[in-house]
């Protein structure tokens, strides 16, 4: 499948072509290319055409760490990218009072059924990139295209307009652009983002520069204070990067009310001085501000989180879906963003297999109505997916509001409330098997079941048909 012109609508002048463009190329554009890149139609007579629009002129991760769990490992499988990514193993998790050190709570995975390849760990974005970047057919990125709008022709296929003036047309658009979608306004103008009063300071450094502080490593740390917390992992395979080159992942959080917050706030990657971040944790633990002042001045990144509400659908004009954090603006709430947005890219490949099958009596459906129904099914997969993800969230700020209210109701000391209101917080996303459903989900399973049950519903309904004659 060769990334030919995107205006050309025809395949050597006779048959169709299914021309599919990608916004974005984070983890959701790779994925969903790498997935489709390896359709197999029904109809041999569509030939697919793939392009990612990338707006950055070079592509490269922003960022530091990220945690890949079973559910990332299975689709990284299925994406032939697995074996591509290597991390740091975490056996041993510790949430701590970031005040003072006292250990909250503490899991441990050496006891885990799951094999050792689908275990968490955590990696180097960019490793992830590569990984992905090495499966994407050659020819499909093109760079510096960023998408300014987006245009349903009636009776047509979708007009791109990027901002160096050049302009294409698609039959399909998936929106992989991330949580400031250019996409997601096109379809849906009245959806808004908004500052969720996060913002989370990012680096890698040398784990050497850390080997004399105690209890920040090999553990996963968690050391929580009354406006966030500050988080350390190793990121690399001691297996794979000597000790000398091993690196070390801060993430430093601090929380304000967005209500009143007057600064000026971006949402990806921004340059960050040192004096900014050290200010925001003087209170806490001697080893978290000496973890932090190892930071080397230009070292830290800057980013601010922005949330919108649920989308009721994460398709439209039956020819534009949303993919990744463009279909659920929620900045990372659950740690497994990257496995999300593959996931979605993988899922719409199954469906547009499924969709583009011959019909019952034998004829081939068309590209225009297989769009239609992949894009019904892959909403029917994903859409109440996600929404599960809105009601936990909401559920878990209620129990740590209420959890708030009583400890100042009981006992208005600060530092009392604080501890009573940082266990609740930790206690209630520390519940075991309740969120298998997100770290242990797999994709493959669920298309099955999907299939599995779209193939009964249709075998019932002829059934009917027969019966009453109708």
Aim: with cysteine; glycine share 8%; proline share 5%.
């Amino acid at each position: 499948m060769a990334p030919t012109d995107p205006h050309n609508h025809t395949t050597n002048g006779v048959a169709p072509t299914l021309r599919i463009a990608i916004i974005g190329g984070g983890p959701a554009g790779l994925g969903a290319a790498i997935a489709l890149s390896s359709l197999s139609l029904s109809n041999p007579a569509v030939d697919v055409q793939l392009t990612i629009y990338e707006k950055a002129k070079v592509l490269r991760e922003v960022g530091a760490g990220i945690n890949i769990g079973y559910n990332g490992w299975r689709v990284l499988e299925l994406l032939g990218a697995a074996d591509g990514v290597r991390g740091h193993l975490q056996v041993d998790v510790y949430h701590r009072n970031g005040l003072n050190g006292e250990i909250i709570n503490s899991r441990s995975s050496a006891e885990s059924t799951l094999p050792l390849k689908y275990r968490s760990r955590r990696v180097r974005r960019t490793r992830l990139q590569s990984a992905l970047l090495a499966r994407v057919p050659e020819g499909v990125i093109q760079l510096n295209k960023e998408l300014v709008s987006l245009e349903d022709v009636k009776g047509g296929g979708l007009r791109l307009v990027f901002k160096d003036g050049t302009e294409t047309t698609a039959d399909l658009v998936l929106g992989g652009d991330g949580i400031r979608s250019v996409v997601r306004e096109a379809i849906f103008p009245a959806h808004s983002i908004k500052f969720t009063g996060t913002t989370i300071w990012r680096t890698l450094i040398p784990t050497s520069s850390v080997s004399h502080l105690p209890d920040l490593y090999p553990a996963i740390q968690w050391w929580h204070g009354p406006s966030g917390h500050s988080y350390f992992s190793l990121v690399d395979d001691p297996a794979e990067v000597p000790g000398s080159e091993q690196m070390f992942e801060i993430a430093a959080r601090y929380v304000v009310d967005p209500e009143t917050d007057k600064e000026s706030r971006f949402s990806w990657g921004i340059p960050a001085t040192k004096e900014r971040v050290e200010k925001h944790f003087r209170e806490y633990d001697h080893r978290v501000r000496e973890a932090i002042a190892q930071v080397p001045e230009g070292n830290w990144k800057e980013f601010a989180a922005f949330a919108g509400p649920r989308l009721e659908k994460l398709i439209a004009w039956d020819k534009v879906v949303l993919l990744g954090d463009a279909s659920h603006p929620l900045s990372g709430a659950f740690g497994s963003g990257a496995a999300f947005a593959l996931e979605d890219g993988w899922i719409l490949a199954r469906a547009l297999e499924y969709a583009h099958r011959k019909n019952d009596n034998g004829s081939l459906t068309t590209p225009k109505a297989a769009i239609t129904e992949a894009l019904s099914i892959f909403d029917e997969i994903r859409s109440p997916y996600y929404l599960r993800m809105y009601e936990y969230l909401d559920n878990h700020k209620r129990q740590v509001q209420e959890a708030r209210s009583q400890a100042a109701s009981q006992d208005p000391d600060p530092v009392s409330i604080f501890e009573k209101t940082v266990r609740t917080r930790i206690e209630s996303f520390n519940v075991g098997d309740q969120l298998n459903w997100i770290y242990r989900n797999d994709i493959e399973t669920c298309w099955e079941q999907h299939v599995q049950a779209r193939e009964e519903e249709k075998t019932t309904a002829t059934t009917t048909q027969t019966t009453t004659g109708k």
